[in-house]
């Protein structure tokens, strides 16, 4: 939560500065916390986003391993060559 509090303070953005960790889930829930907070009109902007960063090279193995991971590389999002 330190890097986006850093991000938040380096933007100007005021409000909560808030980092979601659920695995696979970050980006979406993170979107999902910021169109609540605009649906019950807690906030009149919100600013939510995702990365994922696997550093640790036994990590990538194990997910290449269990088919998590594109073997082209690229994850090919919401297009027909998806997979991993």
């Known amino acids: 939560s330190v890097t986006v509090g850093r ?8 409000g ?3 980092a979601v960790d659920t695995a696979c889930s970050s980006s979406l829930v993170s979107i999902h916390l910021a169109c609540q907070s605009l649906r019950m009109r807690e906030r009149d902007l919100a600013l939510a986003g995702g990365v994922s960063l696997s550093l ?4 990538q193995l194990a997910l290449a391993k269990w088919g998590m991971l594109s073997p082209h590389g690229r994850c090919y999002s919401f ?3 998806a997979n991993g």
């Open 16 to 18: 909560p500065a808030v």
């Open 79 to 81: 297009d027909s060559r």
């Open 7 to 14: 991000v938040a303070y380096l933007l100007g953005l005021k």
């Open 56 to 59: 640790r090279p036994e990590t």
